[in-house]
């Protein structure tokens, strides 16, 4: 896979993502042949495992919420379901290697510029000063969870896994009126 990744950044491709990292510039220098390899695994591995938890919780959200299907069927109401089972169900749950930028107290703990942190998306798109009943699931017509990151840490497949989503949703919508997951044989 390599050698293809490499040949295919060797053609000078013209336009699309593979032309964007093969003329990437960063702190004014071009990437390198592994950092640009690196970038199209992150986008391969990171799209395909937020997409996937996020259509399998969706249908876990509509096994669990009956009622929540008939109101999909009847209004469509999508795109809050999407953005609900994204706060709810966080496809990814933490991020382990943030470092501080600047010293810092949150909550009466100090953290020094460069400490390591961990940042908990799934606590934080339950909090409750932030979300009115944060531990149920509700289509709310205002939802600013951050299950995709925020600013420059902000998943760059995000656009594509609510494609990706909605597009899922649809197909199962037409083809099935009820979707429920038997819990009894579930393997870890």
Known sequence: ??????????????NGIMSVISTANVNNRNLDLNEKIGYIMLLIIGGNETTT??????LKALS???????????????????????RYYSPIQFLPHRFAIDDTDINGIHINKGQRISVFLGSANRDENIFDKPDEFILRDRNEHIAFGRGPHMCIGAPLARLEADIALNDFLENYKKIRIDNKNQYF
């Open 1 to 14: 896979m390599i050698e293809k990744l490499s040949g295919l950044f060797s053609q000078n491709p013209e």
């Open 53 to 58: 938890n996020l259509i399998t919780n969706m």
């Open 64 to 86: 669990d919420n009956e009622d929540i299907i008939n109101n999909l069927n009847t209004e469509r109401n999508i795109h809050d379901f999407i953005e609900e089972t994204l």
